[in-house]
């Protein structure tokens, strides 16, 4: 038993932020004045895995080859610059941003390994190797991460500079969203994983009528399969002269299109709900959400959808709907006290966080920089050795207050328990600042949804990514932090006011402590056998 409390508690001190690529790596060029090999595409999502390809930068024409395991193929001579090279140029030029050029010879790239060298008059000017290739995915020379999907690009932390907003929460205020969005003149990009909102699709209709260009974007399988609801309030969007995409399919960048926001005209809503009634409906979740009104920040957020709508994975809605069926469902119908009013906020700075890519690091570097105190609100956790909770952890070290609050919702309430009490007799053991509950509706919403933080004083972070590292690293996902007092003193009102409401749990003596550490390591050992709900579920919704 005393073995399983030291492991419990190894996992929850763990540091250590980066771990080794288990999938490929380099070697450095032999000759730093020949070609080097930029990236390859090991196994495509097509039968025989037509479309590979291997991209070179050769300096200057020459008698080039690339080798693996004892096949060479020739390169043409002439051959020079950045080129894919491929056994079938015709499928490589469907898959690869670069010119294709066919090789002879057939360098057959292994889906489970393979070792690469270019070589220039027989000599190795270059070599790489992997260990494994992902299906669909690009390994990148200096990539971080290393294999990406085809056609994705991460994107840097964008700074958008101050800005005014107006902060709310829901299930509280739903009138916020659906108003800013009647509001438009121009244009509306509205992203997000699901879409059942009759509120939200009158005033898209409306906005479409009166001649705003109104485009949108969802998630092409939410898990459980896209409803009969869904379908409809899609349809009656085409219908009234929206434009409607799904992104997704074998070929998708993203394991889920699960971002939530919308632009309107040189305005953004950033939301940690759905548009859906549970969400921005107010008839469930409580969430956050912000409207910003910054040009800068509403045209990062209209190149993100571009950008996500601009590929070969989105499809238009009436193309994808054909043929097809939808699960029936029905929609939430709770009614819950408007308590909290929304707010106008001044922001000094915004910026933008996007998964996959600068999401994780963005959020663990706010959590380091905390000096004096940490809120967090969040469904679930994925994992007790989760960047996001280390980072807690190592805050509650070095003196910060850190409490969590997670949700009681049935299909994380096991694991959260299990969690909360874990972490409690933790800190109780090192005498930790840092303390957990589960939340207590208790009429004021159904289930916590919200996927927020709050940084001493003067940060706060809204968006869709959920803390487990299927939504940072395989996620699309979208959060802005905003550095602002008056936002931080208005989520930490509404944390405050949820915290107090949950359960709180009373210290625990060293028995109860080994016996609520075994169980967490328990559920964790158990959750390595089945499913991870955060991923299943809420990591998802």
Request: contains cysteine; neutral net charge.
């Amino acid at each position: 038993m005393s073995r399983i409390v030291a492991c419990v508690a190894c996992l929850l001190v763990l540091t250590a932020t980066v771990s080794a690529d288990p999938v490929g790596n380099e070697t450095d060029p032999a000759d730093p004045r020949g070609g080097r090999i930029v990236a390859l595409y090991p196994n495509p999502v097509a039968d025989g895995d037509r479309g590979e390809f291997v991209v070179v930068d050769l300096p200057t024409a020459g008698n080039w080859s690339l080798v693996d395991d004892g096949t060479t193929a020739r390169i043409p001579n002439g051959t020079a610059g950045r080129v894919a090279l491929s056994p079938d140029p015709d499928a490589a030029s469907a898959t690869g941003p670069h010119r294709v050029v066919e090789v002879s010879g057939g360098v057959a790239l292994a889906n489970d390994g393979d070792d690469l060298r270019l070589l220039r008059d027989g000599e190795v000017v270059d070599a790489v190797s992997y260990a494994r290739a992902p299906e669909g995915e690009r390994w990148i020379r200096g990539g971080e991460p290393r294999w990406r999907p085809l056609g994705y690009r991460p994107r840097p932390v964008f700074d958008a500079g101050p800005a005014t907003a107006r902060a709310f929460v829901l299930p509280d205020a739903p009138s916020v969203p659906a108003t800013a969005l009647r509001r438009a003149d121009r244009r509306i990009l509205l992203a997000g994983y699901t879409f059942t909102s009759r509120r939200i699709a009158d005033e898209l209709a409306a906005a479409a009528g009166r001649g705003v260009a109104v485009r949108v974007l969802v998630d092409d399988a939410p898990v459980g399969g896209m409803t009969d609801r869904e379908a409809a309030a899609l349809d009656r969007l085409v219908a009234a002269g929206v434009e409607v995409e799904v992104v997704g399919g074998e070929r998708a960048r993203y394991a889920f299109h699960h971002a939530k926001y919308a632009v309107v005209d040189d305005r953004a809503i950033v939301l940690t709900e759905n548009w859906k009634p549970s969400g921005t409906g107010g008839n469930g979740s409580r969430g956050w959400g912000v409207v910003v009104r910054s040009p800068e920040v509403a045209a990062e957020l209209a190149r993100v959808f571009e950008t996500d709508t601009g590929w070969r994975d989105s499809t238009p809605w009436e193309g994808f709907r054909r043929g097809r069926t939808f699960h029936p469902s029905e929609p939430a119908d709770g009614s819950y006290p408007a308590r909290v009013d929304p707010e106008p906020v001044g922001v000094d700075r915004v910026r933008i966080l996007t998964a996959p890519g600068n999401a994780e690091a963005g959020i663990v570097r706010e959590l380091d920089g905390a000096t004096d105190r940490i809120d967090v609100i969040q469904p679930t956790v994925g994992s007790p050795t989760h960047p996001f909770l280390r980072a807690c952890v190592r805050a509650a070290e070095r003196g910060v207050r850190v409490r969590i609050l997670l949700s009681g919702a049935w299909y994380v309430a096991e694991e959260n328990r299990a969690l909360v009490d874990g972490l409690n007799a933790h800190a109780e053991r090192r005498d930790l600042p840092l303390s957990a509950r589960v939340a207590e509706p208790r009429g004021r919403y159904e289930k916590i949804h919200a996927k927020g933080v709050v940084v001493d004083d003067r940060t706060v972070v809204v968006g869709s990514a959920n803390w487990n590292n299927h939504s940072v690293r395989e996620n699309r996902e979208v959060a802005l932090v905003l550095e602002s007092r008056d936002a931080a003193a208005y989520y930490r009102g509404v944390f405050e006011s949820d915290w107090n409401a949950g359960t709180p749990r009373l210290p625990v003596g060293l028995l109860a402590a080994v016996a609520v550490a075994a169980a967490v390591a328990l559920a964790f050992a158990r959750r390595r056998l089945t499913v991870d709900v955060g991923r299943t579920r809420e990591g998802r919704s």
